[in-house]
C-alpha cells in the first residue's frame, strides 16, 4: 500500500521561504506522478505542481510558476516542495498525491494515494 507523509509546514511571514517534504513508501515509485496539491477554506483543491519520479521532469501551475520548485530524492524515496517568495494567498492545506502513471495530470481526482496534508500559513 503506498504511503505518503508529508512535513515540513508552519506559519511565515510574507517573502518567507519554506520546504515541504514528502516521504513516500510502499513501492517503487518509478513510472509514478508525484503531485502537490492544497486547498484554501472553501476553495476547490487546486495543482501547485508535479514531478515524474523516473525523469524528473516538473510542471507547475501558473499561481505558483518561478516560486515554487519539485524535486525527489531517490535514495530517501522523498519529493520536496520549495516555496520561496510566498504571499498570504498561498495560505493552505498542503497535500502530497501519486498516481502510477508517467502522465501529469492537473485533476486531483486522478491521484489515488495521498498524504495527510501540511498547514501552510502566510501572515502579511
Known amino acids: 500500500q503506498v504511503q505518503l507523509v508529508e512535513s515540513g509546514g508552519g506559519l511565515v511571514q510574507a517573502g518567507d521561504s519554506l520546504r515541504l517534504s514528502c516521504a513516500a513508501a510502499g513501492r517503487t515509485f518509478s513510472g509514478y506522478t508525484m503531485g502537490w496539491f492544497r486547498q484554501a477554506p472553501g476553495k476547490e483543491r487546486e495543482f501547485v505542481g508535479g514531478?515524474?519520479?523516473?525523469?524528473?521532469?516538473?510542471g507547475y501551475g501558473d499561481s505558483v510558476k518561478g516560486r515554487f520548485t519539485i524535486s525527489r530524492d531517490n535514495a530517501r524515496n522523498t519529493v520536496y516542495l520549495q516555496m520561496t517568495s510566498l504571499k498570504p494567498e498561498d495560505t493552505a492545506v498542503y497535500y502530497c498525491?501519486?498516481?502510477?502513471?508517467?502522465?501529469?495530470?492537473?485533476?486531483?481526482?486522478?491521484?489515488?494515494?495521498w498524504g495527510q496534508g501540511s498547514q501552510v500559513t502566510v501572515s502579511s
Open positions: 498525491a501519486a498516481r502510477n502513471s508517467a502522465v501529469m495530470l492537473i485533476n486531483a481526482n486522478a491521484y489515488p494515494y
Open positions: 514531478i515524474n519520479w523516473s525523469s524528473g521532469r516538473t
